[in-house]
């Protein structure tokens, strides 16, 4: 069955400090993959996404996912991240475009100010 | 910008009772979700629409129905609650050629 596994559920780090949160996925065919972040009472929202074409990807905020297809891996990097981006963050697997969403338990990130 | 609202942000119900949880979209989007969000299991899918009175299950129907009869809302019913249903309840919803799911608040849904 298709699934999404993140590797860490909680990660506690230092402002400035670099950030790496792993996405591995299940699946042979087509995907579609995503970051979604979830800030504290805030609703769910996207941060970026790969669809096709250049592997790495950038979205909001300074952030960016490199998709490596030999890995089945979409990993979220920041090169120096900010007290603000403390958040829940889910990694998402969509396959052969439709519509439905398989999702990564999330990973809980605090920085410390 | 892309608003989904959900009825209620908290709700506190006793076990039997039957729960509504209504969600409204206003960008005319042909698909609409339900999932629930509990701590180190992400999101799971409830249901799914994909248009007007038309219902697909997702990973856990048991104990859900759901309800589309206008294309900008979409319903979500306890028949009768129980304590197992207590979670964070989140809809979202997609369509017009983007695959971006859009989130409403959530309601927390305590049961007793």
């Known amino acids: 069955a298709q699934s999404v596994s993140q590797h860490n559920h909680h990660v506690i780090l230092s402002e400035a400090a670099s950030l790496e949160l792993g996405c591995n996925y299940s699946y042979g065919g087509t995907v579609n993959l995503f970051w979604y972040v979830q800030y504290p009472g805030q609703h769910l929202q996207l941060l970026l996404k790969y669809f096709s074409g250049d592997p790495l990807v950038k979205g909001i905020k300074g952030f960016e996912a490199e998709f490596i297809k030999s890995k089945f891996s979409f990993n979220l990097r920041k090169p120096s991240v900010q007290w603000s981006d403390t958040a829940e963050y889910f990694c998402a697997l969509e396959e052969d475009s439709n519509y439905q969403l398989i999702w990564g338990a999330g990973t809980k990130l605090i920085i410390k100010p | 910008d892309v608003k989904v609202t959900q009825s209620s942000r908290y709700l506190v119900k006793r076990t039997g009772e039957k729960v509504f949880l209504e969600c409204v979209q206003d960008?005319?989007?042909?698909?609409m979700f339900w999932y629930r969000q509990d701590p180190g299991l992400g999101l799971r899918l409830i249901y799914f629409s994909y248009d007007v009175k038309m219902k697909e299950k997702g990973d856990i129907p048991e104990g859900y129905s759901v309800s589309r009869e206008k294309k900008e809302r979409f319903s979500l019913i306890l028949e009768s609650a129980s304590t197992n249903q207590t979670s964070m309840y989140l809809c979202?919803?997609?369509?017009?050629?983007?695959?971006?799911?859009?989130f409403g608040p959530g309601t927390r849904l305590t049961v007793l």
């Open positions: 960008m005319d989007h042909e698909n």
């Open positions: 979202a919803s997609t369509g017009g050629g983007t695959d971006t799911q859009y």
